[in-house]
């Protein structure tokens, strides 16, 4: 069955550290996987994608993810953390009936 | 561009009661979609559609009726609201099914 898992509910991190927030597929086939972000009240914002190519993927506010295929992960990073980027993460992967399948969400509190 | 809006923004409903989720958008995207999104459950979808005129099934679909007149509008009608509904309701679009999606502002939906 074709899946994408958050392991962590939440993540905390002091202001300036880097974070990282953990995901993984379970997909046939070459799997297109995104990031997304979604603020208090708002809608989710589109943060980065992989597709093919570097295995290093830069997006939106300085975040990147680092597809790994020998471990199906897809770990969104950012180097030094803001207070602002508190925010509830969804990772998400295209499915063989090119549908999104969204994780549970992974919400990150950055304290100052 | 207005990108994707979303009315109302809150809404209460009486359990029986029907109403209508209105969700357009401006960026003239052939594919949109309807998620439900409920605590620890991250988004599931309930109907989508590739064009005008052409609407299909998500994960989640029952009780729930869509149509696709024109590029432009998805409406989301519930027909007979019950508990079980209460929930956020995004619309997203995008240009390619399984492409980066474009979300609105989100209904929250309350039946009573």
């Known amino acids: 069955a074709q899946s994408v898992a958050q392991p962590e509910d939440q993540v905390n991190v002091a202001e300036g550290n880097p974070l990282t927030v953990k995901c993984t597929y379970s997909?046939?086939?070459?799997?297109?996987l995104f990031w997304y972000v979604q603020y208090p009240n708002r809608g989710l914002q589109f943060l980065l994608k992989y597709i093919t190519g570097d295995n290093l993927v830069k997006g939106s506010y300085g975040f990147e993810a680092e597809f790994n295929k020998s471990q199906t992960s897809f770990h969104l990073k950012k180097p030094s953390a803001l207070v602002s980027d508190s925010a509830l993460y969804f990772c998400a992967v295209r499915d063989n009936t090119d549908k999104l399948i969204f994780g549970t969400g992974t919400r990150l509190q950055v304290f100052p | 561009n207005a990108g994707v809006t979303q009315t109302p923004k809150f809404q209460v409903l009486k359990t029986g009661q029907s109403m209508t989720l209105q969700c357009a958008q401006d960026?003239?995207?052939?594919?949109m979609s309807w998620y439900r999104q409920d605590p620890g459950m991250g988004l599931r979808l309930i109907h989508y559609?590739?064009?005008?005129?052409?609407?299909d099934q998500g994960e989640v679909p029952n009780g729930y009726n869509v149509s696709r007149s024109t590029t432009e509008d998805f409406p989301l009608r519930l027909l007979s609201a019950a508990p079980s509904q209460t929930s956020v309701y995004f619309c997203?679009?995008?240009?390619?099914?399984?492409?980066?999606?474009?979300f609105g502002p989100g209904t929250r939906l309350t039946v009573l």
């Open positions: 960026m003239n995207h052939e594919y």
């Open positions: 559609s590739v064009g005008a005129g052409i609407t």
């Open positions: 997203a679009s995008s240009y390619l099914e399984g492409g980066e999606q474009f």
């Open positions: 997909v046939s086939g070459n799997p297109y």
